[in-house]
């Protein structure tokens, strides 16, 4: 009954910051929990990590590593135009 009281609190902080941030950075966001839970599932918990596990991990880091530095040029370019 509880649940929902409580989570009304980070969601309306969730909401607010949402609409201040740029849509990119704040998809860069929504990698950092399962990025977390790998790591905890990989090294606390003991979890197999398989080459297809790994594959896939790399492969959307990669990712984002090319869409955060993609991030980075455009703004720079902003800030050289304005």
């Known amino acids: 009954m509880c649940a929902g ?3 009304v609190f980070p969601l309306l902080l969730f909401n607010g ?3 201040r941030l ?3 950075v704040t998809g860069l966001l929504q990698y950092i929990t399962p ?3 790998f790591f905890v599932g990989v090294l606390i918990n003991h979890e197999e ?3 297809g ?3 896939g991990f790399s492969f959307i880091w ?3 590593i090319f869409l955060g ?3 980075v040029r455009s703004n720079r370019a902003e800030l050289r135009d304005f």
């Open 62 to 64: 990669i990712a984002l």
């Open 69 to 71: 530095a993609d991030l």
């Open 53 to 55: 596990r790994l594959f």
């Open 17 to 19: 910051a949402t609409t």
């Open 35 to 37: 990025t977390i839970m």
């Open 5 to 7: 009281v409580v989570t």
């Open 22 to 24: 740029p849509l990119a």
């Open 49 to 51: 990590m398989t080459p």
